[in-house]
């Protein structure tokens, strides 16, 4: 009946498999649109790259990224040296795998060694299960079995057997009585309590393997002379010296494993690159996707980072280097043999006598009870027992299931075959169970028998077993390190049983260190990449490196978890085969339960994180800050691999049929399947709470303008108090001195030469000065030089120009001409000649400088008081001009020389 079971299941999960779409777990129902996710993917996914590529090129360039680590992450490979492997002794690899295959061992410890294995057993038997609290009582116990004998289940078997040999026409009026005793047999018991029950007695199956052990795992003091604890002592010494500090081996095993196991790591500069390598390519894509484009502003130019898309093709070669020789055989023997190299190079405690003395001491304390071996076949027996029924009720859950979707099918105006034939596959495989071993109702689980199991709580013996189990539970490092290279020696005697494995790695190992020639070419084009682009429009990003990495981790989860659950066949698959093999053999898969719980508390984690990722299409990037801002922790999942591993080997040594091999091999192909997937989750619970805020500051940077110039914008920005300071300061100097030369004329008399300057500087801030004209005339070579040093010209004369009424400066108004006969000299002979003479304070005097002596002997013309009343009489019209009173200024009195009368005289006396 058992590998009917198994043919059964077979074919029922082939069928499964083979469906458009298979059976949904319940631990993934539920679960929003996935356009929904996909959109908050893709385009987070894409920001994260953009952002990740600038930082990275910059931290390249500057060098803060070490060129190594970075390929080593693009690889997915993280932490992997590679000039450990490309200098790679071959010599040491080989000398390490001729060591494991040379070494003898004492036959004298095998005892021991064994004895320690099966303590190692029991103390993690007891933590899973705590205390016997919760084993279910006698009245209890009763109450279950009387329930049991109410569920009649024939009705509902019969139907589904003429569903089955029925044409599909008729399939749909057996569905709808289907439907009515799968409504009868819901009535006739509570099933989620009798599943609670049944699930508290699992613990059943780990006490009797208590049982079994404790026979076995005694240490005393008595038992084991001083020549077998040093002979386990040289043992481990012999197996010490083969290992070293060598970086390689860790490499290999990181480099065989990449295709075949996920290797977690610390992304610390590619955090946004979630494929390795292959995003490199999609970076020229994303610069110049409409929405990335909305979100930069338009000034930002970072075309640059399309660069980093050269590396992509050398290091797709040297993955496909390395996939020629990483053979799915090789990943599987390298782990093996090279693995142990990094737990015999673990540091520990002392390995001496001493401390396994210390350690046969401890054992012999906790005072294990021999107990009879009643208990343990008593416990067995009635564990096999109820785990048969637990199977019906299981079965009988699940077709209570699909009455919804068979509600559906009835409804339906036309018949859809592909979930017709779904329902029937499930049907037929849980109506196998149903009636395997009689029916559920008349099933025994010996009350009677089991009250001597139900009062374990209250019986002395197992109360004293019990008291010995904690005590062995307890913190040990001294037997825990003792337990580590225990198991490191049964390990390399399983190796020695098969040379092949040995021998193969040798050759993978040497076929491999021929393969890293592409990192020459790689480790050439950063260097190149170094020197190229312009890159001052994101040397900001250093301020973001730690919101660029969280952005880029968070994203990774999210992508993570759509994944996850679109292979949730895959783990449906693992789980019906597991409970399969738990139903079947208790003591070697008692613990696939926990596991199966695990599955669904993970699983409905990522339902909950993928029900938030909810986003209008027109959300600019800010708005997904909010997406993460109520996430739930997700714990790592462990699917336990080893110990299930090391229960399928044990199941496998024991049966001899080659169906339940196979099938066991199969079980095993999907726990290594699964094991490729990354499933370590709680690495992201510290990004996850910080995206909210990363999302925001690289919004906010790509909002803002960042080109080539922004480096000094920066500068100006920092500085921007020290520049306002200065400039303020230069221009009050500035307003003194314009003030000083403006205003205050008088002050400038003790600057040689300043007169004439300033009188310059007057004339050009007056619009209403005259053009000066050319005066005909003789003009001597010192005319032309005087005229020239007023004029800035060489060889121009000064001549008067059209004067204009109201003009109250006298530097301002044109000179008198004379009578025609006399030349009208220059300002700038008196201002040459006098520049240095001191005046009363006259406007005049400061102006042109102090009249000749000639001028003074004559009396000085301007020293009359500004206060005269007399009106100057109008003057003759001198070439065409004529001139009104009051064109001079107050300076001048009726009658008085004027200042042209000055420069006629001394042009005379030149003459």
């Avoid at 439907?179 to 029950?197: Q, R, W």
């Avoid at 193969?504 to 076929?511: E, I, P």
């Avoid at 449906?572 to 669904?600: C, H, M, Q, R, Y």
Wanted: glycine content about 6%.
């Amino acid at each position: 009946m058992f590998w009917l079971l198994f043919s059964v299941i077979c074919i029922g999960v082939a069928d499964i498999s083979s469906l458009e779409e298979p059976p949904q777990l319940t631990f993934v129902s539920g679960v929003s649109s996935d356009n929904d996710a996909t959109l908050v993917v893709d385009r987070l996914s894409r920001t994260a790259r953009v952002m990740t590529a600038a930082s990275l090129r910059t931290s390249l360039s500057d060098g803060s990224a070490p060129v190594d680590e970075v390929i080593a992450e693009l690889m997915n490979v993280g932490g992997t040296d590679f000039k450990s492997l490309e200098n790679m002794d071959i010599s040491k690899v080989n000398s390490f795998v001729d060591g494991l295959k040379g070494a003898t061992f004492d036959a004298s410890t095998n005892s021991l060694s064994d004895a320690i294995t099966d303590m190692s057993k029991m103390r993690d038997l007891w933590k899973s299960i705590g205390s016997l609290k919760d084993i279910p009582d006698e009245a209890t116990y009763k109450t279950l079995s009387e329930t049991i004998k109410k569920i009649d289940t024939s009705v509902l078997t019969t139907t589904i057997t003429n569903i089955i040999d029925l044409n599909n026409d008729q399939k749909i009026d057996e569905l709808k009585k289907l439907l009515t005793e799968i409504e009868k047999t819901k009535k006739m018991a509570d099933y989620e309590k009798i599943s609670e029950v049944l699930n508290s007695m699992n613990v059943y199956s780990m006490i009797s393997q208590l049982l079994s052990l404790s026979k076995t795992s005694q240490m005393k003091e008595d038992k084991y002379p001083d020549s077998v604890k040093s002979a386990i002592a040289s043992n481990l010494d012999l197996l010490s010296k083969l290992s070293s500090s060598d970086k390689v081996f860790q490499a290999i095993v990181n480099v065989v494993s990449l295709e075949y196991e996920s290797r977690p790591f610390k992304r610390n500069y590619t955090s946004g690159f979630i494929n390795g390598f292959e995003d490199l390519e999609k970076m020229a894509i994303d610069i110049k996707d409409p929405w990335m484009v909305e979100q930069m502003h338009p000034g930002t130019k970072i075309d640059v980072i399309t660069d980093l898309s050269q590396l992509s093709d050398p290091m797709n070669s040297l993955r496909s280097q390395w996939r020629k020789v990483s053979t799915p055989t090789l990943f599987e023997n390298v782990n093996r043999v090279l693995g142990l190299h990094s737990i015999l190079f673990q540091g520990g405690s002392s390995k001496t006598e001493e401390s396994l003395t210390s350690v046969i001491q401890w054992s012999t304390s906790c005072n294990m009870p021999d107990l009879d071996d009643v208990y343990g076949t008593s416990i067995s027996r009635l564990f096999l027992k109820v785990q048969k029924v637990r199977r019906k009720i299981d079965a009988l859950i699940s077709i209570h299931s699909l009455s919804n979707e068979i509600k559906d099918i009835t409804g339906s105006a036309s018949i859809d075959n592909r979930k017709l034939k779904k329902i029937l596959v499930v049907l037929q495989t849980q109506q196998d169970i149903l009636e395997e071993g009689g029916a559920l109702r008349k099933a025994d689980i010996e009350v009677v028998s089991a009250s001597q199991i139900t009062h374990l709580k209250s019986d002395s013996n197992f109360g004293n077993f019990e008291a010995a189990l904690k005590c062995l539970s307890n913190e040990n490092k001294e037997f825990e390190e003792w337990r580590r290279r225990v198991n490191v020696v049964n390990r390399v005697k399983d190796l020695q049983n098969s040379p092949a494995v040995l021998d193969s790695v040798k050759q993978g190992v040497n076929a491999l260190s021929k393969e890293f020639g592409p990192l020459a070419s790689i480790r050439s084009s950063i260097e190149k990449m170094k020197e190229n682009g312009d890159l001052e429009a994101l040397k900001t990003l250093k301020d973001l490196d730690k919101s660029i990495k969280v952005f880029g981790e968070s994203v990774y989860a999210i992508d993570l978890a759509k994944k996850l659950v679109e292979r949730s066949d895959h783990f449906e698959s693992f789980v019906v085969d597991g409970n399969t093999f738990e139903a079947e053999f208790p003591s070697e898969f008692g613990f696939f339960e926990d596991i199966v719980k695990e599955i669904n508390t993970f699983f409905s984690g990522l339902k909950g994180w993928l029900n938030q990722m909810k986003i209008d299409g027109n959300a600019k990037l800010a708005d997904f800050s909010s997406l993460f801002a109520k996430l739930n922790k997700i714990n790592s999942l462990s699917l336990r691999k080893e110990e299930t591993k090391d229960a399928i080997n044990e199941i496998k040594n024991s049966q001899k049929d080659q169906k339940t091999r196979r099938f066991l091999e199969n079980f095993e192909s999907s726990l290594s399947e699964l094991s490729r997937l990354d499933l370590e989750f709680s690495r992201f619970e510290s990004s996850i709470k910080a995206m909210p805020q990363a999302i925001k500051d690289v919004s906010s940077f790509l909002a803002e303008e960042h080109s080539s110039t922004s480096s000094i914008g920066q500068w100006l920005s920092d500085n921007s108090l020290f520049i306002i300071v200065a400039l303020f300061v230069l221009l009050l100097v500035f307003v003194v001195l314009l003030v000083i030369m403006l205003c205050f004329p008088e002050q400038a008399k003790t600057l040689q030469g300043f007169a004439a300057k300033v009188k310059c500087c007057r004339k050009k801030n007056h619009p209403g000065s005259a053009t000066p004209q050319s005066t005909p005339g003789k003009t001597t070579s010192k005319d032309k030089e005087r005229t020239a040093s007023k004029d800035g010209r060489p060889g121009t004369s000064a001549s008067p120009a059209v004067s204009t009424p109201g003009i109250a400066d006298v530097s301002s108004a044109p000179p008198r001409r004379g009578n025609g006969n006399r030349p009208t000299g220059t300002a700038s002979e008196i201002d040459g000649r006098d520049a240095a003479s001191t005046g009363s304070g006259d406007t005049a005097s400061i102006v042109f400088g102090a009249p000749p002596p000639e001028i003074l002997a004559r009396g000085n013309p301007l020293a009359t008081s500004r206060d005269s009343s007399v009106v100057e009489p109008p003057v003759a019209a001198v070439n065409g001009e004529s001139r009104q009173p009051g064109m001079d200024t107050a300076d001048h009195t009726v009658g008085a020389p004027t200042i042209e009368d000055a420069k006629s005289t001394v042009f005379d006396k030149e003459k």
